[in-house]
Every structure is written in structure tokens, then in C-alpha cells.
């Protein structure tokens, strides 16, 4: 027989390398096995925003309020670029999105800019341009902007003041109620 000479690895690297392979599918957060939540469709999220335009003016934020804006996912409660980016977030999560108007409040609507009659506005009102009002159809209340003013007709604007506006949120996800049937 040949002389051979045998390497002997040490017993600690290989208890190292067995040590790795068990391990390896136990770094993620347990959730029944299946990692961190995700937001779905159908779960009620608390998450805390800032809205701005492209120019950087803020024009929301739930910080200002102090408490997070709560809601159900893919209920239509929510402009639905918004709703979109936070389906796939895990509590914790932030991200800064770019909505066009398409996938914000849309494009202004002429239809929506409406002539009244000044006497529907009351005796005591005098309503000017710029003034904002609420109008109520069909058990919902809509703000409304006054456009112009003559003597016996009051042009209302109704489309929503950011209609036709690119907006900009940072959101983070601080809440996560799993709905029934998602992963609970």
C-alpha cells in the first residue's frame, strides 16, 4: 500500500460549518414561520406621513396632528397611489413616493366648476372670490371654492384644491393589525 498522508480538518470547523447550516433559516422574525408581517389588502394600518408638492411645500402631515392616520388597505379610504405604496410595507418600514395626478385626486373637471344662483348663498352671506364653503349632496359634504361673484350668480369650484398636482408623501408604517384570513 501507498503511503498516503491524510489532512485531518479540525473538529471545530466543522462543527462551525454544521452550526451555520442550522441556523441559517433562523435570522428572520418569527410569524408563524413566515417572516414579518406584510401589509395585504383587507389590514388596517396606522402610519404617519408628510405630504408635499413638487416645490417642497407641505401641504399635510399626521406629525402636525400628532397621532398616525389610521385605515383599511385596498378599501378605497385613501387616494390610491397612497394606498398601493403601503401594500408590501412591514411595521417599521418608510419610503418616500412620487404620485402623479392619475394616481392622486386627478385632473381638475370643468364639469365640476358649477354656477348658483347668489340667492342659494342666503341674504346674509356675501360670498367673494376665494371664499370656501361646504356643500352637502346626497349625505356627503364637499369643500367647495368660490371662482367668481357677479350680481345674481355665485361660479363654485368643487374639484379638490390638489386636482392636477403631482404629490409627494414620506410614510412610515408604525401599525399593523393583520385583517382576519392574512396571515393570522
Known sequence: MKDQKVRMT????????????VTAGCTTQDNGGQGA????????VQVHYRGYLDSGEEFDSSHS?????????GAGQMISGFDAAVAGMAQGDT???HLTPEEAYGWPDENLIIPFPREDFGNESDPMPGDEYTLSSGGGFFPVVVVSVNE?????????PLAGENLNFE???VGLEKASGNGN
Open 10 to 21: 479540525p473538529w471545530w470547523v466543522g462543527l462551525c460549518i454544521i452550526l451555520v447550516l
Open 37 to 44: 408581517s406584510i401589509v395585504e389588502n383587507g389590514d388596517n
Open 65 to 73: 396632528r400628532g397621532e398616525p392616520l389610521s385605515f383599511e388597505v
Open 95 to 97: 419610503k418616500t413616493i
Open 152 to 160: 345674481t350668480t355665485v361660479v363654485i369650484d368643487a374639484n379638490h
Open 171 to 173: 410614510i412610515e408604517l
